[in-house]
């Protein structure tokens, strides 16, 4: 129980350092750890003309590249299918443009932050 709870508070930690980083970039906060029907997103955050689903990750550099790719394969399409259910229940968020960004952070002596915004 106590790895369990270690690991869900660095996720928590590596969230709240997304949510600052996009913040200091223009971004509100609009949900933090969002439940929808074929997802749970990390962060939903909008800025002047973007509505942005946001997916943390933390792993080892040398994993970084099959984070991506495990991210790819097993949770984009469900993100983006929350997201377009997200779209049609909120008609008011329909003038944003739509990004799915993935923030890595990779452990290192000098943690990296990767940044990948993909289009829907």
């Given at each position: 129980?106590?790895?369990?709870?270690?690991?869900?508070?660095?996720?928590?930690?590596?969230?709240?350092?997304?949510?600052?980083?996009?913040?200091?970039?223009?971004?509100?906060?609009?949900?933090?750890?969002?439940?929808?029907?074929?997802?749970?997103?990390?962060l939903i955050m909008k800025s002047k003309k973007y509505l942005a689903f946001v997916e943390v990750k933390k792993t080892n550099l040398e994993y970084k590249h099959n984070t991506l790719e495990k991210f790819l394969r097993n949770q984009k399409q469900r993100i983006l299918g929350e997201l377009y259910l997200f779209y049609k229940t909120k008609p008011s968020f329909k003038h944003y443009k739509p990004i799915l960004i993935l923030l890595i952070f990779a452990k290192t002596k000098q943690p990296d932050l990767y940044l990948y915004y993909l289009t829907p």
């Open positions: 129980m106590q790895k369990i709870q270690n690991s869900y508070n660095i996720g928590l930690w590596h969230e709240i350092k997304a949510q600052k980083l996009l913040e200091s970039k223009g971004y509100t906060t609009l949900h933090h750890n969002y439940r929808g029907q074929f997802a749970q997103i990390d």
